[in-house]
């Protein structure tokens, strides 16, 4: 690499920053930025097409091995000076690195005897992340968005998720009441989680896998959702009736029903 | 309230910038600064001592009732400006509520049967709040923390608890692996999180209560302490062989210990 680009004004860089912070850019585009190393080489190693690499001259000789590597993945690459790699990165300490990876499709079969997690109007990048990092290290086949939860290929989702977007089969769907209400009728069991009417996740028979619903942040899930469910559970709480946090009660529900599993 | 304060150099708003970024001050002044109004009033409901009430005049005719309330329990009270209300908010966009509150001891008593959260070296405080209030929530008597664990009174940790700051017992203990061998040596089951040779919490007899310990974020717990504890546990983890973030495992551990016990 012999270009160091210094301007903030570089078309690159432009894009860099739009594809940071808009989620309309990235879908218009298709692609998304990964910063840091491990989350590039993450992109690399789960297959993922590297459309540009980009570091400072400093992180190309301390990390030469993988900046090698990415090098010779990318269709583009090109050093940054510093300064301009503090100005567009996401981190206080920036490690030098970032690429933008392309999005691949991957959307997840839903077949019965699956295990999934289905996802509306989260809102929080922190607890997305999270979330799908639990739901890869637990072994969910896939993962099911309402649309209008927040953008997956936000810089913090791909960072809170330890690169589960890269692999993680996620399905996008706009009418999501539906389509659960759809999953039903199929004969794949779906579950809300709920404070209403529900029986606990300790004892709710998991065992057909299925769906596990979580809502929104400030108001679980729409009462048409769970009215589409299959089933209502609710996590067993013996201390102050205040609801845990999305992704706190997201890994709970998981977690029982990745042991309900044979 | 008739004064307000404008001026940045003005010495409460230098106090609260200084105990809102630093662990020290808080220590030494034995107060934390708790913004927003949920938080205020969540301090004031759960008995805290309420050293100063600042908030902007909007705000105080907004919520008249409950700025009010805490007006009437404050030691001092006093209008701030917008503009300097912005630029000592740890939030983007503030609400224009926040106040001192005294650091109330408040330490669990350990003893058999009763469950408590053991954490050494959490770095971060979202993980640390979250953990706070999962462990509220799911009705844990009490968390033990090493010294080096952030602080709890961080405003960061003490939003992520919701609360659960204001309420829930902690100690904190600087030589935590002898804290934890020796209750092992009073009888109380210690519970530490690894993957080596560990079973499944899922199949581990966790009835008669005792301490869940996990450690930092990407250590996980010291071996003298894993040595130091009666039993090691760990989540079966179906999928990728990455481990969960610190804030998801917790929950799932600290669900399995409150779920075993009568």
């Known amino acids: 690499m012999t270009e160091i680009i210094t301007g903030k004004d570089n078309p690159l860089i432009k894009r860099i920053t739009k594809l940071m ?3 309309k850019a ?19 190693y789960s297959g993922a097409e590297i459309l540009c690499f980009c570091c400072t001259e400093n992180a190309y000789n ?10 010779k993945a990318a269709k583009r690459s090109t050093l940054i000076s510093p300064a301009l790699f503090s100005r567009i990165s996401d981190t206080r300490t920036p490690q030098g690195f970032l690429c933008i ?9 839903i077949k019965k005897g699956g295990c999934y997690v289905g996802l509306e109007r989260i809102q929080d990048p922190s607890n997305l992340g999270t979330i799908l990092r639990t739901a890869e290290a637990l072994g969910a086949q ?34 999501f009441t539906e389509y659960i209400a759809d999953a039903g009728k199929n004969g794949i069991k779906t579950y809300a989680s709920t404070p209403r009417d529900a029986r606990s996740i300790a004892e709710a028979d998991l065992s057909a896998g299925g769906i ?7 108001n679980g899930l729409d009462d048409d959702t769970i009215n589409a469910c299959t089933m209502r559970v609710m996590i067993p709480m ?19 029903l990745m042991k309900a599993q044979p």
């Open 21 to 23: 912070s808009s989620a």
């Open 26 to 44: 990235r879908r218009e585009e298709g692609c998304f930025v990964c910063e840091g190393i491990r989350l590039c080489m993450d992109a690399l």
């Open 62 to 71: 301390k990390y030469q091995e993988d900046a090698g590597r990415l090098e």
């Open 101 to 109: 990876a392309a999005v691949r499709e991957n959307i997840p079969e």
């Open 142 to 175: 896939g993962v099911i968005l309402s649309g209008d939860c927040c953008d997956i290929y936000s810089p913090k989702v791909v960072r809170g998720s330890m690169g589960a977007v890269f692999r993680l089969p996620v399905l996008i769907v706009d009418d």
């Open 212 to 218: 596990m619903l979580i809502g929104n942040e400030g």
């Open 238 to 256: 013996k201390g102050r009736a205040e609801s845990l946090n999305a992704s706190a009660a997201a890994s709970i529900l998981m977690y029982e």
